[in-house]
Nanobody, 124 residues
């Protein structure tokens, strides 16, 4: 059974940082792509960043470029999302997802497995 568990969310002041983690069990991240998405109240799910498991390719939403960084640790079967210079509008539930057949794609329909999410709240 595939399970993705996100952690690292919390309450932070604007300008602060958080490191989000996505740990997988029931599958090996090798050869898959992993993405981070977010869902804010009243808004659709939004692509944030994605990475191929070997780290060779990554993709970021324009809204987070230069502030967020996605990385992988193969030995831990974990993907991280470093979030810096957080803004109030970054407040959302952050979810990680695995795509078995596609690269680091911004389309959520390309992802097969999803975690439950971790809440990030940025106070202004």
């Amino acid at each position: 059974q595939v399970q993705l568990v996100e952690s690292g969310g919390g309450l932070v002041q604007a300008g602060g940082s958080l490191r989000l983690s996505c740990a997988a069990s029931g599958l090996m991240f090798s050869s898959y792509a992993v993405g981070w998405f977010r869902r804010a109240p009243g808004k659709d799910r939004e692509f944030v960043a994605a990475i191929s498991w070997n780290g060779g390719r990554s993709n970021y939403a324009d809204s987070v470029k230069g502030r967020f960084s996605i990385s992988t640790v193969n030995a831990k079967n974990t993907v991280y999302l470093q979030t810096n210079s957080l803004k109030f509008e970054d407040t959302a539930v952050y979810l990680c997802a695995v795509s078995r057949f596609w690269g680091p794609d911004p389309d959520p329909s390309k992802y097969d497995f999803w975690g439950q999410g971790t809440q990030v709240t940025v106070s202004s």
